[in-house]
């Protein structure tokens, strides 16, 4: 089993969709939960992240944690055309090691 | 401008070569880490360094080597060893050993294409 599973779609929406991404992991020694972004044939970007269970929002996006299930999610609400792209949530401890899930693929079609 | 450099963009390999990917950082970050990337697999991690003079198997080692005679350089060779060696190539770096997001916030470069001929 991998210590972080992400469904890798693709996932396909129209513009002005919201949408919901989903990540679970393992290993309860995790306390760092982030969502990066990845255009096409480019390195990933951080776009959100979370240390504790709850939600952490930032204009269009929520980050969401639930530690006693061991749920990552991200929201995206009033999707545009411009957020298609690959979504890799990611895990980490103290020292600085991340697990990345396998990524989504996000389509917004106008 | 802090930042990540991978050389080169697009890398091609015959059968049995080896090759080294360049990996070069001015953000003064002490770890780095070499991450594959393949379609439906997300990122594994080949090999990280936490300081200087050290490094680390990651998940996926085999058929790579990596060295780490300065801060800010951390080469990849992918050597005749690893079979399957068609992928995109990630650097990034972190800087632990602090509180909060300073210590996990990874900075990626943009990535080595690497194909076998």
């Known amino acids: 089993q991998k210590e972080v599973e992400q469904d890798p779609g693709p996932l396909s929406v129209p513009e002005g969709a919201i949408v919901s991404l989903n990540c679970t992991y393992s290993?309860?020694?995790?306390?760092?939960f982030m969502w990066y972004r990845q255009y096409s044939r480019k390195g990933p970007e951080l776009l959100m992240y979370t240390y504790s269970s709850g939600n952490k929002e930032d204009g269009r996006f929520t980050a969401q944690v639930d530690k006693s299930s061991k749920y990552i999610s991200l929201f995206i609400r009033d999707s545009q055309p411009s957020d298609s792209a690959t979504y890799l949530c990611?895990?980490?401890?103290?020292?600085?090691?991340?697990?990345f899930g396998q990524g989504t693929i996000l389509t917004v079609h106008p | 401008d802090g930042g990540i450099t991978q050389s080169p963009k697009y890398l091609f390999r015959k059968e049995g070569q080896n090759v080294t990917l360049s990996c070069e950082q001015n953000l003064n970050h002490d770890a780095m880490y070499w991450y594959r990337q393949d379609p439906g697999q997300g990122l594994r991690l080949i090999y990280y360094?936490?300081?200087?003079?050290?490094?680390q198997k990651g998940d996926i080692a085999e058929g790579y080597s990596v060295s780490r005679e300065k801060k800010e350089s951390f080469p990849l060779t992918v050597t005749s060893a690893q079979k399957n060696p068609t992928a995109f190539y990630l650097c990034?770096?972190?800087?632990?050993?602090?509180?909060?997001?300073?210590?996990?916030?990874?900075?990626f470069g943009q990535g080595t294409r690497l194909t076998v001929v």
């Open positions: 360094s936490q300081i200087v003079n050290d490094f």
């Open positions: 290993n309860s020694a995790f306390q760092y």
């Open positions: 990034a770096s972190t800087q632990p050993g602090g509180t909060g997001l300073g210590e996990t916030e990874a900075f």
């Open positions: 990611a895990t980490g401890t103290s020292y600085g090691k991340l697990t």
